[in-house]
């Protein structure tokens, strides 16, 4: 299950939303509960943070204003793998490659 809470003037669309839970499900399965979190530098000033909070539930800050270079859906997904359980590494960039082919992104398409 994913729950969004939106604490910015960003404008969250529906096709965004959708984004969120297709690259969430096939990454973390259905039955993980994660909260998503859009905020601004007040909450946190790193474009994304992932908080595992136990092995079935995480929670994702993203601050879209701090996205640089690199587009929402990427951040989500980047969190997302790391909220499996995945570190920086060979392991992680393939698993990330693996899912931006099948998701048709790139890390700074949007």
Not at 3 to 23: G, H, M, Q, S, Y
Not at 30 to 54: G, I, M, Q
Not at 56 to 83: M, V
Request: glycine share 4%.
């Amino acid at each position: 299950m994913l729950e969004v809470t939106n604490k910015t003037r960003w404008k969250l669309t529906p096709n965004k939303a959708f984004l969120f839970k297709k690259i969430a499900l096939p990454i973390l399965g259905r039955s993980y509960d994660l909260s998503l979190v859009v905020c601004t530098d007040k909450l946190s000033e790193h474009n994304v943070l992932a908080y595992p909070l136990s092995k079935t539930e995480g929670e994702i800050l993203l601050n879209p204003f701090r996205k640089g270079d690199f587009n929402i859906a990427y951040l989500f997904l980047h969190a997302c793998i790391h909220l499996k359980g995945l570190d920086h590494g060979p392991k992680m960039d393939a698993f990330e490659s693996k899912f931006l082919l099948k998701l048709k992104l790139t890390p700074n398409s949007l």
